[in-house]
């Protein structure tokens, strides 16, 4: 079967090309990709191309498909997997296999490592690296897009699951945010942020009694506060407070919205020495900060308070994606109503992905959403109206039904009519 797919092959050097996929294994598995949400990670690796850590050193020789945020369905099953999975199935992908046996060691993963599978892609052939690592899973969800966010959405649950507190005397870690303690998500209302609010108010297990969330764009905290509102928050038991830190004291403010004792978890959701800075004023007793956001640069470098980290134990942690458990929890949640549309700002085709690639920190907005069997320029959802043309003035009138959200019948409507744009 032939596909059309991004591929990688080498540094700032993607391309959209048409090729023949081999047919499949025993133990593989033929796939359509219907979307892919586009990732900061994608970016990084496409501009380092074979320096990168998940992307193979013989990339300019054997290109690998980009994408790793995606979702589709199942066309043809090997036989070793007939009896787990049917044509017609729903899926998503866990990108981090964890798997020894890749092209690249431990840090295979689709979307960077592999030729024959990547979410920018029309079809892939799953191969048997997904499926023995049990990576290839099931979704029941109406709409694609919600699947392709269970991705960055795992890596937010994977951050929180990070967080660790402790108790004066015992050498035991208690796995977690604190429970009804105080929070803080620093420069927190970009993409990832708006998933980590998004999970903070909707987990069932555990949450915060105090939940700030910073940045210094007031539009952006102002459509944060309308997607995620703190009457909603108030009514899950949270007191959410939206604050701009584009003050002369960022610190002493937030210090006393916490009632001068400072925060059990603080978030850092960019790689700025000043946040990071900020963060660790902030820490009360045993708190924990957790640096999200992978900074580009391996020397990246910010100042911590180590008298702190001594007498008042403080402490530091970080991760780099989720599991296949913190997706399996993301899909459940998803199963359960929460709706990530609120991450997604642009929609494209797959045509849009290699500029949207090598320029996404230059694209205002959310998250960019692609749809890999139609043709369309990336088009921010506020300016679908203004495009002037019938689909997407019908696709303007479903999402301000949907407060100006990307939603469900959005996707059924042109995934239906995308011969029309």
């Known amino acids: 079967m032939k596909t059309k797919a991004v591929r990688l092959y080498g540094t700032c050097d993607l391309r959209l090309e048409e090729f023949e996929l081999p047919q499949i294994k025993e133990d593989e598995i033929l796939a359509k990709v219907v979307s892919d949400s586009i990732c900061m990670s994608s970016y990084k690796s496409s501009h380092q191309g074979a320096a990168h850590k998940r992307v193979p050193n013989d990339v300019a020789e054997h290109p690998t498909i980009i994408g790793h945020e995606f979702a589709g369905e199942i066309v043809e099953v090997g036989k070793k997997w007939q009896g787990q999975f049917k044509p017609g199935d729903k899926f998503s992908i866990q990108p981090a296999l964890n798997y020894a046996g890749g092209p690249v060691g431990i ?72 429970q009804g303690g105080k929070m803080a998500l620093l420069a927190g209302v970009g993409p990832m942020g708006l998933a980590m609010i998004n999970y903070v108010l909707h987990r069932e297990d555990r949450h915060p009694g105090l939940f700030v969330v910073t940045d210094i764009d007031q539009a952006r905290l102002d459509r944060a506060a309308r997607l995620y509102t703190v009457e909603a928050a108030a009514a899950r038991g949270i007191e959410l407070h939206y604050v701009n830190t584009a003050v002369e004291n960022p610190v002493e403010l937030l210090r006393g919205i916490a009632g001068g004792e400072g925060y059990d978890d603080v978030v850092v959701m960019a790689p700025v020495p000043a946040v990071i800075e900020q963060a660790d004023a902030i820490l009360g007793f045993d708190g924990c900060l957790n640096f999200f956001s992978g900074p580009g640069k391996p020397d990246f470098k910010a100042p911590l308070n180590f008298y702190n980290v001594h007498y008042a134990s403080t402490h530091i942690v970080g991760t780099s994606g989720g599991n296949t458990d913190d997706m399996k929890e993301a899909l459940d949640l998803m199963g359960k109503g929460m709706d990530p549309a609120g991450l997604v700002t642009h929609i494209g085709g797959l045509n849009a992905v290699i500029d949207t690639t090598l320029n996404l920190p230059s694209i205002p907005g959310g998250k960019k959403l692609i749809y890999t069997h139609i043709e369309m320029p990336l088009t921010a959802i506020a300016d679908f109206g203004k495009v002037g043309k019938p689909v997407y003035d019908e696709l303007d009138r479903l999402c301000q039904a949907h407060h100006g959200l990307w939603n469900v019948e959005a996707e059924k409507y042109l995934l239906a009519h995308a011969d029309e744009l």
């Open 107 to 178: 840090h295979s993963a689709p979307g960077y490592s592999y030729q024959y599978i990547g979410g920018d892609a029309t079809y892939v052939v799953i191969p048997a690296e997904v499926m023995e690592t049990g990576s290839l899973l099931p979704y029941k969800g109406e709409a694609f897009y919600p699947a392709s966010l269970s991705e960055p959405l795992s890596c937010v649950i994977g951050a929180l699951h990070a967080n660790y507190h402790t108790t004066p005397g015992s050498y035991v870690h208690a796995m977690e945010i604190k």
